[in-house]
C-alpha cells in the first residue's frame, strides 16, 4: 500500500485507549459479564495455541473432581484460537499432548476455573521449553453499530513488549508479552496496523465489523518478524459467544513480500469439536 493511499484511509477514533496497564495474565480470573446465553451456573472457555515451536496438540480438558473428559481438540496448531465451548462453573484440568503422541505426557497441564456467567480465553504461550499458559477475562459486551471493541494480546516470543499504532494513532503502547491490554472502544471498519517491538516490525490489514468485540493477538510469524490474528469475540448475529477458529504466523498468512511483513491475514474458519 503506498503512502498515498494510506494517508487517505479514514484514521481510526480510539474512543478509549488500550490501556498501558495491563490485564494479569491469571489461570481463574472473573470475566465481566458475558453478552450471551450464558446463567450463573455456567461460562463460556476457549483455548489458544500461541507457542511458535511447539507442533499441533490434541487439548484435552477433564473435571478436577472425578477426572470426566468434558471435551477435546484434535490437531491444534499455532496460532488456532477454538470457538467457546458452554460448560458448567468449576474447576478442570487442561492438557495438551503432541496430536502425533496421543498416549505421551503432556506438554503443559494446569487447572483452569470456569466462572458463572463469564467467559475467558486460556492460551498456551512461549517456546515449547519454558511453555507457560495464561487466562484472560472476556468482555463479551457488544459496543452498539458502528463501534468495534478490541483488546490486544501480546503473544509473539520475539518481542518482550511491543507498540502497535494504527495510521499513527496509537493502539497499544509498550504491552508486555504474556499479557492482555483492556478493551477499547474504536470505530468500526478497516484498520492499517503496524507493530514493534525489539527490533522486529511487522504490519497487518484488519476489517473490524460493527457491533462486535475482537483480541487481537500478537504472534511470530515464519520470517522472525510480527504479526497480527484478529479473533472474534463477540458478534451481532451470535446468539452465544462465537469465536472463529483462525490461522496466523508459522508461514500460512498469503501476501507475505520480501520483506517477511504480513500484509494480510488469512482467516481459516473450520470446526474443531468433534
Known amino acids: 500500500m503506498n503512502a498515498t493511499a494510506r494517508t487517505s484511509r479514514r484514521r481510526v477514533a480510539v474512543v478509549g485507549a488500550l490501556a498501558a496497564t495491563l490485564v494479569a495474565a491469571t489461570v481463574g480470573l472473573a470475566a465481566p459479564q458475558a453478552a450471551s446465553a450464558a446463567t450463573a451456573d455456567e461460562g463460556w472457555l476457549r483455548v489458544g495455541h500461541l507457542s ?32 467457546y465451548q458452554e460448560l458448567a462453573a468449576g474447576t478442570y484440568v487442561l492438557s495438551m499432548r503432541a496430536s502425533d503422541a496421543p498416549d505421551s505426557t503432556p506438554v503443559i497441564s494446569t487447572d483452569v476455573t470456569v466462572q458463572g456467567g463469564d467467559a475467558s480465553t486460556v492460551v498456551a504461550y512461549g ?12 468482555d463479551l459486551a457488544q459496543p452498539g453499530d458502528g463501534k468495534a471493541k478490541l483488546r490486544l494480546v501480546q503473544a509473539a516470543t520475539t518481542a518482550k513488549k511491543v507498540d502497535v499504532t494504527a495510521d ?24 492499517d496496523l503496524d507493530i514493534a517491538g525489539s527490533g522486529q516490525t511487522g504490519t497487518a490489514d484488519v476489517d473490524l465489523k460493527g457491533n462486535t468485540v475482537s483480541t487481537l493477538f500478537v504472534l511470530d510469524n515464519s520470517a522472525g518478524d510480527l504479526t497480527i490474528v484478529p479473533v472474534t469475540d463477540a458478534a451481532a448475529t451470535a446468539a452465544t459467544p462465537k469465536g472463529g477458529v483462525q490461522t496466523g504466523g508459522g508461514g500460512t498468512a498469503a501476501d507475505r513480500p520480501a520483506t517477511g511483513f504480513l500484509h494480510a491475514v488469512v482467516r481459516v474458519f473450520r470446526g474443531l469439536f468433534h
Open 52 to 83: 511458535p515451536d511447539t507442533k499441533g496438540v490434541d487439548v484435552e480438558l477433564s473435571s478436577l473432581s472425578g477426572g470426566k473428559k468434558v471435551f477435546e481438540l484434535d490437531d491444534v496448531t499455532y496460532g488456532q484460537v477454538s470457538p
Open 168 to 191: 499513527g494513532t496509537d493502539v497499544a503502547t509498550n504491552a508486555a508479552f504474556g499479557t492482555a491490554t483492556e478493551y477499547a472502544t474504536v470505530d468500526a471498519g478497516k484498520w
Open 127 to 138: 517456546k515449547n521449553k519454558s511453555l507457560k499458559t495464561a487466562a484472560f477475562s472476556d
